[in-house]
């Protein structure tokens, strides 16, 4: 069957995915002067971090008061809480008017709002955004990527684009223009918010809105307690994998709400993307590892911590966001080249905005240069991320 592909408009710089890291990559390329457009599957912004259900953006600082991650992360940990409750500590720039549950740089935050939010954080900063636009294949011409193939309801497009940041969460544009790539393996986790009685009554005693929602994982813990037993580590290999993962969850959560009095309890929100943490990264050509700490890198082009852990302090090397074998595509947000614990530490909503940050300002300035992604000097890249609030040492 011969299927028509409508010709799009040209334009500079594609993301692909409209989670925290894509939103930062479409900002920080627009704002270099760059047209970008930015494409996502579903109908909302903010990928996990909204329809995934995660809304607590982990810590911007070490824990030992320095801030590391600023810049266009800074910006989104703010605009989370900009239109709804907070518990960012005061001396964090927090209103201080809920009880603080952390004193990190971290907040909880409403994930319908925040993804309201995005929307207007979008226009205000002249990123063209395609909704409901699920980018298939890139169109490659030995190591260049010409453009994107994409499906939506009018049937099939190509947009053509001089740069690709691929922030789709699974790497799928990386992947399909011949990057190589590391399958994740995942504890299984199946996070909703539910109401209840007592949850209300706490609310309507308090005035604090955080106790709205009771995050309610029936899956296992970070470190995996309460995985299924005799279920393996989980990798994403096919829809089936996600079909029987997201109907696994919401059997567990019906047979958890069965129990309960039907009278006094409500399910607010299921998540609409599976809660997976790492389902692909790309290899680059360089690769963080987790044990780098305390090291300043020549052609570090971000800070960032430890969430799990206070005291540590990382450099983010450009070269995990790109391969060489194409020139033309980037990396974002947790699919970054980040290896075992490298990739635990790299994979959460602070840093996966730094490095859309990174990716959007390096993606524009190619452009600039008409060189590749491994060709950037990574000096000039330094001092425009500099320029725009990222602490690079
Ligand atoms: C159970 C769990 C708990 C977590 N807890 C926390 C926490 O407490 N705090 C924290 O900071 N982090 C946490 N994380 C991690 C964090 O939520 C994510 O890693 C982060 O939000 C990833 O952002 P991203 O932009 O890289 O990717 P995503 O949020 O996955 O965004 C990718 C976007 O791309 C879109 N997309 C995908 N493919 C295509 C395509 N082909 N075409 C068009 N669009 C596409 C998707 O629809 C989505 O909107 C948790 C993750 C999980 C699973």
């Not at 309507?204 to 009771?214: C, M």
């Not at 971000?302 to 074998?325: E, I, P, Q, V």
């Amino acid at each position: 069957m011969d299927i028509a592909v409508k010709q799009m408009e040209q334009t500079d710089v594609i993301v692909v995915g409209g989670g925290v890291s894509g939103v930062a990559a479409a900002v920080a390329s627009a704002r270099q002067g760059a047209k970008t457009l930015l494409i996502e599957k579903t109908v909302c912004l903010g990928g996990l971090a909204t329809i995934g259900l995660i809304n607590w953006y982990e810590p911007l600082c070490d824990g030992e008061g320095e801030q590391l991650i600023t810049g266009i992360s800074e910006e989104l940990i703010r605009l989370s809480v900009k239109y709804s409750y907070e518990n960012l500590p005061a001396k964090w720039g927090g209103e201080g008017k809920n009880p603080i549950r952390y004193d990190r740089f971290a907040t909880s935050f409403s994930p319908t709002i925040f993804a309201l939010a995005l929307i207007e954080y979008l226009e205000e900063n002249n990123v063209k955004l395609r909704l409901d636009t699920l980018a298939t294949y890139p169109e490659m011409e030995g190591s260049l990527c010409k453009g994107l193939l994409v499906e939506t309801v009018s049937g099939r497009e190509f947009f053509p684009a001089k740069m690709i940041i691929d922030a789709t969460g699974d790497a799928t544009v990386c992947h399909r223009a011949g990057i190589p790539t590391e399958l994740g393996e995942n504890y299984f986790s199946y996070v909703t918010h539910e109401l209840s009685a007592g949850l209300s009554k706490k609310l309507f005693e308090t005035e604090d809105f955080y106790n709205l929602r009771h995050w309610r994982n029936v899956g296992s813990s970070l470190g995996g307690k309460g995985h299924p037993e005799g279920m393996g580590m989980i990798k994403v290999t096919s829809a089936d994998v996600i079909t029987d993962y997201m109907t696994l969850g919401a059997k567990r959560v019906l047979a958890h709400h069965k129990q309960m009095d039907k009278n006094k309890k409500d399910i607010l929100t299921l998540p609409t993307m599976p809660q997976f943490r790492k389902i692909r990264r790309i290899i680059g050509d360089g690769t963080f590892m987790g044990t780098e700490d305390g090291v300043i890198l020549e052609d570090s082009v971000g800070r960032f911590g430890d969430f799990r852990k206070s005291g540590k302090r990382f450099c983010l090397a450009y070269n995990t966001l790109y391969n060489s074998c194409v020139d033309n595509v980037f990396g974002a947000g947790r699919i970054i080249s980040a290896k075992d614990e490298g990739w635990e530490i790299t994979r959460v909503i602070p840093v996966a905005a730094l490095t859309g940050q990174v990716a959007g300002t390096a993606a524009a300035l190619c452009i600039n240069n008409g060189c590749s992604a491994a060709k950037l000097e990574v000096k000039e890249l330094q001092k425009v991320l500099e320029a725009n609030g990222v602490k690079i040492k």
